[in-house]
């Protein structure tokens, strides 16, 4: 009857044979940028709109919606289009242009959390069902958030995206691997026979080659070729593979 254990794999050399993930001690950094809208200049207020519209959309948002907001026979709210204007897309200061995708990785090691989404301040005061902050002007936004008053013309809302470090992978720690073991009887006692937990079976008419990859090795390691109807088993220092690749000879079909 075959069992299945785990086990602590070191190689010959007393040295891991496998990476192990640390935990992350570095604190998620928040990007935001500032989306700035002013009033289309035939709007006023409440009174000036369609009967049925919304001044301030409180439709919760969506790409489709934004598409939508964008064609200007149907959007009661523009990019910044006066002399003086803001930019469209700014930082949190509303000075300097800054668009989502000038977002960048500083470099390998850190990756997104997330796609980029909207700060909404569950307290309605300070801002609408959307996100938006309104004032009268640009220029008279303050730290203080509120939402939509009569006379405002211009509203802005801020957007984030969460960036973390990548896993680290540290060699000084060994990893468990699960193994197959299997007792024999002979005549000098017991034997235990051990194998890996992976087996491959090649169902198809071709013969098979099997190729895997893990964060411990540095590029696809062959593991064996297949005839048809035949397997293989795993060899235990490679069972901690997690991407599996397959190739057959030139000419076969």
Not at 62 to 80: D, G, I, N, T, V
Not at 113 to 132: S, T
Request: net charge negative; hydrophobic share 30%; charged share 25%.
């Amino acid at each position: 009857e075959a069992k299945k254990c785990m086990v602590f794999m070191w190689n010959p050399c007393n040295k891991p044979a496998e990476y192990h993930i640390q935990s992350v001690q570095h604190e998620p950094i928040i990007e935001y940028v500032m989306e700035n809208q002013r009033l289309r200049p035939s709007v006023v207020d409440f009174y000036s709109i369609e009967r049925g519209q919304d001044l301030t959309s409180g439709a919760a948002w969506s790409p489709s919606a934004e598409l939508k907001s964008r064609h200007k026979s149907k959007s009661l709210w523009l990019p910044p289009y006066l002399e003086g204007d803001v930019h469209e897309w700014t930082d949190l200061t509303c000075r300097h242009h800054c668009a989502k995708d000038s977002f960048v990785l500083p470099n390998d090691n850190w990756m997104w959390a997330n796609d980029w989404e909207i700060e909404i301040v569950d307290d309605l005061r300070q801002n609408d069902a959307d996100g938006w902050e309104y004032s009268s002007d640009f220029e008279t936004f303050s730290r203080q958030r509120r939402s939509y008053r009569r006379g405002d013309l211009c509203r802005r809302r801020r957007w984030t995206r969460t960036r973390i470090r990548k896993t680290v992978f540290d060699k000084a720690l060994v990893s468990p691997c699960p193994v197959v073991w299997e007792t024999e009887r002979c005549d000098s006692g017991m034997v235990i026979l051990t194998r890996s937990h992976l087996t491959f079976h090649n169902k198809t008419s071709t013969q098979l080659s099997f190729f895997g990859y893990s964060c411990s090795l540095n590029e696809d390691k062959l593991l064996d070729s297949v005839p048809p109807e035949s397997s293989i088993c795993v060899p235990i220092e490679l069972a901690q593979i997690t991407h599996i690749r397959l190739g057959t000879l030139k000419g076969s079909e």
